[in-house]
C-alpha cells in the first residue's frame, strides 16, 4: 500500500477542517462514463485507496456540469459531446458533515488527453459486472443504482 493511502486517514480530518473554513457546505460530481462495450470508467486516486468514479469538487464560480467536464477531462481523457445525465443527489455525511455529491451518467463523449498530474495513479474500462476487489463500496452502489440494478440510497 503507498504511503500516502496509508496517511490519508491521519490527514482526512485537517483537509476536511480546511474545506470547512473556506465554504460551510461543500458540492462534489462524479460520473458514470460507459463506452461502447458497456464497460465503465474508473480511476484510482494517489491519495486514498480504491477504484472509484472520476469526478471532483464544485470549485467557486463553477456549475456542477463545468465541474463534470472538467474532472472528467483532467481525471480520465473524457470530453463530453452531449449533456450528463443527473441521476441521483447523495450525501456523505456520515464520513464528511455537509458534503454531498451529485452523480451523472455519461454516455455521448470522445477521447481527449488526460492531465492527471499527481491526483490520479491510473484510470481503466471495466465490465460492471467484474469490478476489480478494490473497487470501493460507494462505487459499487452508484454504478447499480446508475445502471439501473438498485433503488437510489441518498446517502453515499
Known amino acids: ?30 460520473a458514470v462514463v460507459t463506452n461502447a462495450e458497456g464497460r465503465v470508467l474508473l480511476v484510482e486516486h494517489s491519495y486514498q485507496p480504491g ?3 472520476p469526478g471532483g469538487g464544485v470549485e467557486r464560480g463553477e456549475t456542477a456540469g463545468e465541474a463534470m467536464a472538467r474532472e472528467l477531462e483532467e481525471e480520465g481523457g ?3 459531446a452531449g449533456e450528463a445525465r443527473l441521476v441521483s443527489i447523495h450525501s ?3 464520513r464528511f458533515k455537509g458534503d454531498h455529491v451529485l ?5 455521448a463523449w470522445t477521447p481527449c488527453p488526460a492531465s492527471p498530474g499527481l ?21 459499487r452502489r452508484r454504478l447499480a443504482e446508475a445502471l439501473g440494478a438498485a433503488a437510489v440510497d441518498p446517502m453515499w
Open 1 to 30: 500500500m503507498p504511503w500516502s493511502h496509508r496517511i490519508e486517514p491521519l490527514l482526512r480530518p485537517l483537509i476536511q477542517w480546511a474545506f470547512r473554513l473556506r465554504r460551510g457546505l461543500t458540492l462534489g460530481v462524479r
Open 51 to 53: 477504484w472509484r468514479l
Open 78 to 80: 473524457v470530453r463530453l
Open 92 to 94: 456523505q455525511e456520515k
Open 103 to 107: 452523480l451523472y451518467r455519461v454516455e
Open 119 to 139: 491526483e490520479i495513479r491510473r484510470s481503466g474500462w471495466f465490465d460492471p459486472a467484474d469490478l476489480p476487489p478494490e473497487t470501493t463500496e460507494g462505487t
